[in-house]
């Protein structure tokens, strides 16, 4: 198993991995010269849903843009906003309030949990488990409720303004939340006996796909693929912006490198995200959700600015280079799965095609936000 | 700790002239003001989002790149900016640290529009790979000695690169 | 002699009518209880219970048209879906389903079905390598290799209860184990053996009825995330549903041949009332313990399949044949 082979050229072909493909969960195609089941060398071509959000971003003004984030990512939502609009009031130097700063996280956080959810049902159907998908779901549409609620989406939300919220959070949605965590505990305890213990399940992914710290810091991985190969590194504990210092949470870090070692981060990842959840609401401050004070045009003076946020899929990065105008003079959207999924090509050599494409459903692809 | 070191061997790299710490409130982005000369300027982390701001001739590209290699940093993004009233290109270069001794580091290099080539930085961060592909599809900018410089998320026949301010759709 | 003739042809149509219905209603079985594992209705607006759903999936593929990819080969193309369903319905034949409903019993009962079973894989084959698809190419590959490993443990099984009964005839099979659930063979206490890795052997073969059928966990044929849907990748229409009701058709006859085998056929657990119900129930417990396993499992790698089969089941196998023989000029 995921040995080295040497062969001569007549002996492999190639297999189009989609780019429509049910393992890809997506528009993501990956050439594979095959060796039987073994792959030999693996070419990751995307694009085929590249969007240029980054030209609209040119062209648009700072408020027109905010709606265009949640369209990379459609799972995870709200974390792109968050580092948009963390930028855009740090370039411009917009205070926010304390309480408009708490149900960011909040609603971050959820959604980070509803798009763990997600994964771990879709991972689980990569390797042929169908129904904890359907539970997975079951649990994140309390989550989409509680958002819907709120922000007015289920999906692509735009909740965030610069300076504070679209919307104030209210007594139903704070008693929904208070409801879900104990629910979501509950859940987590039966995956682990339903999944996460199953010897099948273990098997497939124990010691598949391992990676070395070295690969995922030449890569530039982050998210679980760097946690799971033991480096303990999340943006909102290394480089903590928003009200993160506030709450007491841990970052989960497995040191073994491989498949498994990526899905346990995630899985405790959700337990976490449900104490940040637990402590916010808790420690919800009162008063208002805009600053009292605030630009009527936003306009950051010229300059160079860079925020990173930990969305549900690593690291998260906006540059934004201003010339003082109403538009961006530059906008760069660093996305995490774009890092994430250019070490596959490299380390799926020699794996067999099953591995390799747990492997890729390991790595949480979203394709929109790797094509942008 | 590690900003310091990584500070010090850059500027030994760079030798910075003393106008650049004179201008370190000068912004590179203000359009008509003078073009900021190489050297490494530490900039506020609570206005900009990153502490050190290198600055330099893209031949000392590699030797900047070794040296962050050498101090562990990963490589975050790569990136280019279309400066058209100065007729040039800049790329930019986003470094930052997996442990908590925080340091992110910024390296700019600025080539000419008409002729933009700069060396690939592939051969030591395998992970440039894409993002140069990148910057090559939406800014024309050639990476000498980039084992596979096709449009990535571009169309295959491509020849057009739309983040450059002359583009028109 | 030409009214047995009648007789005969009369139950075997009976058993293909069976089969066939079997067939279609599983389907609908599966997706009912898929359903209520994952919490929601499944199909239920054709009829009542959606029981009309077998047959109206059924017009809607028969109506639609069969197409054939170009540069495959268009013979056994289409002789692959036919292969397939053939020995799946003609085994049924051959299946005693109480003392006297059986199409046409014949004194090597377990040699006719495994022999046809063996011809099932032969068809993935062929749809695999004439569907001129590399995924096909390769689902067929796996699903050859993953009969032969798993058809190996199965027949020393088989080979292990037709000793202990001293005959491959199926109906002489089940008369051994008629008196009490104590003389089956999955638990053989009383009768003419006493062998205690009995149930092992009972496990041994469900897993590789499991594999044999290419049901989850062990579907790598048609591992629909890594290859599409495998060998039956470039099937529309009717080709599809052949491919469909012969899966559901082996397992039928899998764990037709499981309760004969192992769980007393028709007769009863306390030697009362014996009869085709006894029969029916088993082979039901059965099939439901497949979708169960099905939506609750995921699948194994190739690699994982494969070495169960050749490290594990075909050891265990000969070990119990050996200690059966053993016994057998003990006692």
């Known amino acids: 198993m995921n040995a080295p082979i040497e062969l001569r050229a007549d002996e492999t072909f190639v297999l189009n991995v989609g780019p429509q493909h049910p393992a890809t969960h997506g528009v993501l195609r990956v050439k594979m010269e095959m060796h039987g089941e073994y792959i030999v060398n693996a070419e990751t071509v995307i694009g085929y849903i590249h969007r240029m959000h980054e030209k609209m971003g040119e062209l648009k003004t700072y408020p027109q843009f905010l709606m265009n984030l949640s369209r990379m990512d459609y799972l995870g939502a709200l974390g792109y906003s968050h580092a948009h609009v963390l930028v855009v009031e740090k370039a411009s130097g917009i205070v926010v309030p304390e309480r408009a700063e708490y149900i960011r996280a909040i609603m971050v956080e959820l959604n980070r949990i509803a798009s763990h959810l997600f994964w771990f049902g879709a991972f689980v159907m990569d390797l042929g488990g169908f129904s904890p998908l359907m539970y997975a779901l079951q649990d994140r549409e309390h989550i989409l409720d509680m958002l819907e609620a709120v922000t007015g989406s289920r999906l692509t939300y735009c909740y965030f303004r610069f300076g504070g919220l679209y919307n104030d959070v209210d007594d139903d949605f704070i008693a929904a939340a208070r409801r879900f965590v104990p629910r979501m505990r509950k859940s987590l305890k039966k995956y682990r006996r339903l999944v996460t213990d199953n010897v099948i399940f273990r098997k497939r992914l124990e010691g598949i796909a391992p990676l070395s710290k070295e690969i995922c810091r030449k890569y530039g991985a982050s998210s679980a693929v760097a946690r799971g190969s033991g480096i303990n590194f999340d943006v909102r504990k290394n480089e903590p912006y928003s009200v993160y210092p506030q709450f007491d949470f841990d970052i989960p870090v497995y040191p073994q490198g491989d498949s498994l070692a990526r899905y346990m981060v995630r899985m405790d990842e959700i337990e976490q995200s449900l104490r940040i959840v637990e402590q916010g609401l808790d420690k919800l401050p009162g008063g208002p959700i805009m600053p009292e004070k605030k630009p009527k045009l936003i306009k950051p003076p010229p300059g160079d600015y860079y925020q990173a946020v930990e969305t549900a899929r690593g690291s998260f990065g906006v540059r934004l280079v201003s010339d003082g105008g109403k538009t961006p003079y530059r906008l760069k959207l660093r996305s995490p799965t774009y890092s994430n999924m250019h070490l596959f090509d490299e380390a799926c050599r020699g794996m067999m095609i099953m591995d390799a494409l747990a492997f890729m459903g390991s790595l949480d692809l979203v394709i929109p936000e790797i094509d942008r | 700790m590690i900003c310091e070191k990584t500070r010090t061997a850059l500027e030994h790299l760079i030798p910075t002239p003393d106008a650049a710490t004179a201008g370190d409130g000068q912004e590179s982005g203000a359009k008509g003001q003078t073009p900021r000369p190489n050297g490494v300027i530490e900039r506020d982390y609570a206005v900009h989002g990153y502490h050190l701001d290198a600055q330099m001739a893209c031949e000392q590209l590699l030797a900047a790149v070794a040296i962050l290699d050498e101090n562990e940093f990963f490589l975050e993004t790569i990136t280019g900016v279309d400066w058209i009233a100065e007729n040039q290109l800049e790329l930019i270069y986003d470094f930052s640290r997996y442990d908590f001794d925080l340091c992110r580091v910024v390296l700019r290099t600025r080539v000419d529009r008409r002729n933009p080539v700069v060396p690939t930085i592939t051969g030591i961060y395998a992970g440039a790979n894409w993002h140069e592909r990148e910057t090559h599809d939406f800014f024309g900018i050639v990476f000498s000695g980039h084992p596979h410089l096709i449009p990535l998320l571009l169309p295959e026949d491509a020849d057009f690169h739309p983040l450059l301010k002359d583009f028109k759709a | ?331």
């Open chain 3, 1 to 331: 002699m030409r009214l047995t003739l009648i007789n005969v042809i009369v139950a075997v149509v009976i058993a293909i009518a069976f089969a066939a219905v079997n067939a279609a209603y599983l389907v609908w079985a599966e997706r009912r209880g898929a359903a209520r594992i994952q919490r929601r209705p499944g199909p239920n607006i054709n009829g009542p219970f959606g029981l009309l759903q077998p047959p109206l999936d059924g017009i809607k593929l028969m109506a639609k048209q069969l197409t054939i990819p170009g540069g495959a080969d268009r013979i056994l193309f289409i002789i692959a879906p036919i292969l397939a369903m053939f020995p799946a319905i003609t085994s049924f034949v051959t299946i005693p389903f109480s003392e006297t409903i059986v199409a046409k019993n014949m004194n090597v009962g377990v040699l006719m079905i495994f022999a046809f079973a063996s011809l099932g894989s032969m068809s993935l084959l062929i749809a695999g390598f004439s569907s001129r698809n590399k995924y096909s190419m390769m689902s067929s590959v796996r699903a050859v290799s993953q009969a032969v490993a798993y058809e190996i443990p199965m027949l020393i099984t088989a080979i292990t209860v037709v000793m202990i009964a001293g005959s491959p005839d199926l109906m002489e099979i089940v008369r051994q184990q008629s008196p009490s659930i104590l003389h089956w063979n999955i638990f053989p206490l009383l009768g003419n053996s006493h062998n205690i890795l009995m149930p092992l052997a009972f496990l041994i073969f469900f897993v590789c009825t499991l594999a044999e059928t290419n049901r989850a966990p062990f579907d790598l044929g048609e591992a629909e995330s890594e290859l599409v849907a495998g060998f039956h990748t470039e099937y529309g229409s009717m080709g599809f549903g052949l491919f469909f009701m012969a899966e559901y058709a082996n397992i039928v006859i899998g764990s037709c041949m499981t309760t004969i085998l192992f769980l007393g056929g028709w007769s009863c657990p306390f030697g009362l009332f014996p009869g085709v119900w006894w029969f029916i129930l088993k082979l039901y417990l059965l099939i439901a313990t497949f979708i169960w396993i099905r939506w609750t499992f995921p699948r194994t790698t190739i690699y994982g399949l494969l070495n169960l089969s050749w490290k594990i089941l075909i050891p265990l196998s000969l070990a119990n044949l050996l200690l059966t023989a053993g016994l057998i000029k003990v006692f």
